[in-house]
């Protein structure tokens, strides 16, 4: 078959027959690169199993699901991002920094979903002594998982035809290559040819597909942006690889609710699930030291209690520094303009570093108020009492605005001992309170502040 010369973007996969320096699609500079593809055509329809003829308009109502359609894992924390377990016939994409642990979640993952069915490992990366040598340091002893070390797809299509799996799992995409196409593994045209190669066989065979793919520097999964949009679900794995908690974060999901996470701690012997996480994040909180301040979290239906530390101090700089890990930098800037201009706090002089520990990643404008209350607290050395619990929105004016679920909250908070909660006033409708819990409801930052410290 005839080869051509094309040019793709890395980046979200445009093709030009010619070098081009902006991608017309994605205006990313520099991102082209060559390589070699044999024409084929309706290739998207295909991949899809849109091409057949028998293909006709039905009735949506006529249209059957047959039976159960979703595989538990019986790991809680992974079916709850999956939106309930494994949906027949889908595909999912585990990205995640090397060394995270995609490879273990995986491979536990087959002991206990090989209840359910049989699975079909297949390594690109390591050696089947490497996959066994991990197998029994996590106690997976399953007879129905089979494993295969092999990298080329068309090997691949084959062993899934011979041994008919119910899940398959490739580690990595980026590692599997087809004889058809000329450049390297883990290329642009290799990685969207094997997800699509991949992808029919799942659509026709109702095979549950499970991808691993690396992730660049910039912590996006590499090769195309395709890539993310063919698969059904979209997972990563992520945590600071010197701590031991993981958490697994959809962000993409054809089934089920994108806000949800998974948390997991790694130890010698796995993947251990963390089913109070707030317990875990606030473990080694320090006892009345300024500048802390705990706040809750909802991360899909969970709520979650994370401590939020503020470092302010005086600036040697003409232009003070501020940094934030975990919280957006943008939203801090405006929590610490709405600070100097609505409660009168001179932070222009002041280098301003905000964390929230346990390497957390909180975008819920439900945090504004424990953020500024761990700033303010830092900058006048006010100590917020250990069993307060901040929860509110704040508004440039200053207000505190109403947030949602707030009972969830609260009652997250009492069942870890914070027995003094601040919540918006806004929040009006007659709350259940928890045992022992008092409820201090504010309508200003700067009436939230004199609560604790009358020099406000
Ligand atoms: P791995 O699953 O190979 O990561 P990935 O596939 O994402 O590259 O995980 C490797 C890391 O996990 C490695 O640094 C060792 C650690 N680990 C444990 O701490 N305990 C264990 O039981 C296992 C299997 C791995
Ligand atoms: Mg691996």
Redesign the pocket.
Known sequence: MKVKTVFFCSECGYESPKWLGKCPACSSWNTMVEETVKPESNKSLAAAGLGKKNAAPRPLKDITLGGEHRWKTHIAELDRVLGGGIVRGSMVLVG?D???????LLLQMCETVAAEGGILYISAEESAKQIKM?AD??GVTNPKILLLAETELGGICQAISDTAPSVVIIDSVQTVSSDGITSAAGSVSQVREVTQTLMRIAKENAISVFIVGHVTKEGAIAGPKVLEHMVDCVLYFEGERHQMHRILRAVKNRFGSTNEIGVFE?????LAEVTNPSLMLLSGRPENASGSCVICALEGTRPMLVEVQALVSRSNFPAPRRMATGVDYNRVSLLIAVLEKRVGLNLATQDAYVNVTGGIRIDEPAADLGIALAIASSFKNAVIPNNVLAIGEIGLTGEVRAVGSIEKRIAEGAKLGFDTIIIPSANEKKLDLPQGVTVHKVSHLLDTLRFFNKSF
């Open positions: 995640g090397p060394g995270i642990g995609k490879s273990t991990r340091r996590l790694m130890s010698d012997s796995g």
